[in-house]
């Protein structure tokens, strides 16, 4: 047999049989098992163990034993797959390999069609019997093809410290010549029983799964013996001389800590002008805000990690362990807390806002990410304007006018719901403000000064609406918006005043340079523009009267003359220097304008005492013109008084003294004629006196 290779294995118990120092065939290639970098993590490390049992003596009548299991390992891991392989050496089937010897059927059948094995072969079963538990164990695949070194077994529910037992028949490659045909001398090269030692050398794949965590295969050569492998670890495994089958028996032990697959997360700060909770198109990002992700409870231990904002406002956190987390930010400095959106986790929501600056209940599976966990913040927004008084010609707002300040006035900013929010007054330049207020829609009301008067409101740079002359509504502040020029305008108040006097008796009114006595208790009335009567006072002792905290307007002042008094005059006075008003007549001044703060001074009334006249009709004996001691009065006569114009004004009749009066004689020029009395001569007439002095001529 040319070609033919025969190689000779010893038993484990033969002293030809080499080892290296850690019991290994020193003769033997072995596979290292390339490892990527791994994070320092906590979870249990993670044994697994396959042991394998020759069980024949002799033959074929049963299948060879192994038994699998595993300890340790992050929670919720479990064995998804082994993979036994008999290829111990160079690549492919070859001398000293071990193989399974199966039924031929679909499945199992040999690519070439052949039949390979030594004597009897056996399927794979698994090995079930009272003294093991139901571990709820689920075979999801099996592949083994007859003649192959390979055996893969797929699995579902394989948890830690569960035992998996089947059987299959296993043959050793003792010869093995690649060009023979001949299948009878082929099978002849095949030893049925694998011992231990001969199974030594072949290699246990294990892959593991669990949430969180990435995929992980140990990999582990069978060894003869294998006591002190197994010695450090948990597993439930028969030992290397379990039932006196030291040499019947291998077993593969292996190990690893599994990598955890990290989660990441990320959002943004960002300007919400509108307030929404969405960061809209334009709403910029915030930098340099400070925020931290909070552990609550992850599969391993992880430390809270501070992320800053980039200048577009976003940040991102990778490399974390999966679990529960919090995001708390820290308020940027200048800024109002608005509001927090929870983002989405692999596309689901995941998460939820808390007061203040708070995302919680985010939970990160390993592998997931996190977007769009955004934090909105808005500015403070203020409003100012201005009080101050109206000029002499009531304007108020023209801008090239100066307006003198109003100090003190008390202003009050009220919210949509009319609320008082905040006050305060204007400063010594009339200004005000409210400043670090939050966006919204507000009045701003102003009290009017004691002192003065309601003139104005103007709405600002943002709008609003005028609601009388102390506020105004409906100003709306967005994010960062500062209101200006929210003004109002106060009125000065306005007087009159004046005297009333008697004048002098040749009828002097208002000479100033001549004294004047005054006139107490004269009624003087203040009408409007409109005539309607809005005032009434009466002179004073100093004979003065005075209508004072007017509004600006026009004025009319009527006096009326008191009773025993003979209507006088009148004489409009002045405005700041200029005379004002017109003088309709003696009790009537009209046309008395007056701006803010203006005062009308001298607007004046005069009065004129009532004269009389008086004398004596008498029997003047000796015709001289003058009346004597003794002279004879004459009674019943009748005597007229006639003005310039000739119209009898009075008349008079003299009484048993001979005497006649004219009273409440008007100022004027007169004439006294007397009515012939019966029986009686004309005599001599003669003028009497005013002040002591002759005043008049007799005819």
Known sequence: MANLIRITRRRTDSSEHT????????????????????QLLTADPLYVGAVYIEEDLGSDA??????VTFEGGAPGTQLMQVRISGDQNQPGFNMGDVFYDVPQTTQTQHPDGINLGADESFPFQVQTDSSMPDYGIAITSVTVIDGTTDL???????DPGEKFVFTIDVDEVEEFDRNETDIDIINHGFDPLTSGAEFDGSQLFATFSAPHYEDALIQAEFENWYDTLLAPTPLDLPKDDFLGQRDRSAAAVGSLEQSII???????????????????????????TILQIIPINSVEPQETVTATTNSDGSYSVKNLKPGLYRIVELQPEGWLDGIDTPGTVDGQPQGTAKEPDTIDEIFLAGGSQGIQYNFGEYL?????GHVHLATADNDCFSEDVYHEPVA????????????????????QLGEYEFVGIEPGTYSVVETTPAHLLEGG????????????????????LGSGQDGINYDFCEMEPVSITGIVVLSTPDGDCFSEDVEHEVVVGATVQLLDETGQLIAETVTGQDGRYKFMDLPPGTYSVVEFTPPGLIDGGAQRGSVDGTFVGDVINSGLIENITLGSGQHAID??????????????????????????????????VQLQLIDVAGTVVQTATTNADGFYQFTEVELGEYSIVEVQPNGWWDGKDAAGTIAGQVVGQAD
């Open 603 to 636: 607007y004046d009334f005069c009065e004129h005492l009532p004269a009389t006249i008086s004398g004596y009709v008498y029997h003047d004996r000796n015709d001289d013109g003058s009346r004597h001691g003794e002279s004879e009065y004459i009674a019943n």
């Open 152 to 158: 893969l077994i797929g699995f579902s529910g394989f």
């Open 19 to 38: 080892r290296d120092s850690k019991g290994h065939h020193a003769n033997r290639l072995r596979a290292i098992e390339p490892m990527e970098p791994r």
């Open 262 to 288: 990290p989660a990441e997360i990320s959002g943004y700060v960002y300007h919400d002008r509108d307030r929404d909770g969405q960061m809209d198109a334009g709403e910029e990002g915030i930098g340099e």
């Open 457 to 476: 409101a103007q709405a600002g740079s943002l709008g609003g609406t005028v609601d009388g002359p102390n506020r105004i509504e409906s100003v709306v």
């Open 380 to 384: 403070p927004a203020s409003l100012r």
């Open 62 to 67: 049963h299948g060879d034993r192994f038994e």
């Open 408 to 427: 003190g006035v008390l202003i009050q900013l009220l919210d949509q719901f009319g609320t008082i929010v905040a006050t305060t007054e204007t400063n």
